[in-house]
């Protein structure tokens, strides 16, 4: 086997490695949804308590918004 030949396959079969492995280290088991709390005249409105619910199971999860009105709930489970 050529050096050409051997460093073509090696290449061939890196590149086939690395897109075979990629789409899965780009997965995520969790999801967040994050946001900002305002009143009617557009002010940040801090320590509003938000829910988030899993409509399939009822399931239901709750964050407070910040000073600044900007509320996360991180982690969540795939749903709808």
């Given at each position: ?66 000073g600044d009105g900007?509320?996360t709930a991180p ?6």
């Amino acid at each position: 086997m050529t050096r050409k030949r051997f460093h073509s396959i090696f290449l061939a079969a890196a590149c086939a490695w690395f897109v075979s492995v990629s789409p899965a280290l780009a997965q995520a088991g969790a999801g967040e949804i994050t946001g900002l709390v305002r009143d009617q005249a557009g002010a940040a409105v801090s320590g509003a308590t938000i829910t988030v619910t899993e409509t399939r199971t009822n399931r239901q999860r709750n964050t407070v918004s910040t000073g600044d009105g900007i509320y996360t709930a991180p982690s969540l489970a795939p749903g709808e």
